[in-house]
């Protein structure tokens, strides 16, 4: 049986067991606060909680803040059927992360999922993640990647966490091999290749593109001698400076093909609206 709980992590008491009806469609359980916020948002799971995945009560929660964030003033307690949340945890930010993902994560993966709120720096967000295994040392755990870096990381069972950690600029290629059950991760970097076997077949395709999506660029970035815009369009591929910036008229098609690469970047988060809406207008003036 397991002996956390599957929503935020902590140790599983007697009384939490108590409950008798806090356990998920994929064998989890919750804890008695945890299942109290759960049947505030949706009553009808004090009695069917158990037809319902992790990743669906975890995305409940996330519509119930959303909704709550849209209308402050409209609040209700408990008893209208409203739980009032306290401020979201860097560790809320990340399970959010990962429920717009859809990523397929099991009650095993949780104590990792948890030290990511230590691991990730604030500004890091979540590319991808799947529950897999490094071939190399063999130990089961989580790959994820962000903006920076793709890593593996396994909570070891007396503590502590095993951690194998791949810098995005030290990675030339991220490939993936689907068989009938998993696939097969391949990181090629500047120390050689490693790899994953990934439970769910599909995970590896959320990381093959993850290179060209994880593009940053910081204010310590800029050379002395250019301009903010002129280091932007070198950190972004596929986004030539003499295309963007030069005083020519540039041929429609190369201009609409960057403004496809500069959508993708504002839906990955890259990008913020303001950040594309100005590079959009100086693309348009080359039309």
Do not use: W
């Amino acid at each position: 049986m397991n002996t956390i709980c599957a929503l935020c992590g902590t140790p599983l008491t007697e009384t939490d067991m108590s409950v008798g009806k806090n356990k998920l469609a994929d064998g989890g359980y919750l804890c008695k606060g945890c299942f109290t916020k759960a049947i505030n948002i949706n009553r009808d799971l004090i009695n069917n909680l158990d037809q319902f995945y992790f990743a669906e009560i975890t995305g409940m929660i996330l519509k119930s803040k959303i909704d709550v964030s849209q209308n402050p003033g409209g609040s209700q307690s408990p008893s209208n059927g409203h739980y009032e949340y306290d401020a979201p945890t860097r560790l809320d930010e990340i399970k959010d992360q990962i429920v717009a993902l859809n990523a397929r994560l099991s009650v095993l993966a949780n104590e990792e999922v948890n030290e990511l709120a230590d691991i990730l720096d604030r500004d890091e967000k979540l590319l991808a993640i799947a529950e897999g295994i490094d071939l190399q040392s063999n130990r089961e755990g989580i790959i994820f990647s962000t903006q920076r870096r793709i890593a593996f990381i396994d909570k070891k069972f007396l503590g502590g966490v095993v951690k194998n950690e791949f810098p995005i600029q030290d990675i030339s290629s991220v490939d993936h091999t689907e068989n009938l059950l998993y696939s097969i991760l391949t990181i090629n970097s500047n120390r050689g290749s490693s790899q994953f076997k990934l439970h769910n077949k599909n995970d590896g395709r959320t990381f093959s593109d993850v290179k060209n999506r994880s593009v940053t660029y910081t204010e310590k970035d800029f050379k002395h001698d250019q301009s903010p815009f002129q280091a932007f369009s070198q950190t972004i591929p596929g986004l030539v400076q003499e295309n963007v910036y030069s005083g020519d008229k540039q041929d429609s098609a190369v201009i609409f093909e960057q403004l496809e690469k500069l959508g993708t970047l504002r839906e990955n988060g890259i990008l913020t609206d303001e950040e594309f809406s100005e590079q959009k207008k100086k693309l348009l003036d080359k039309l």
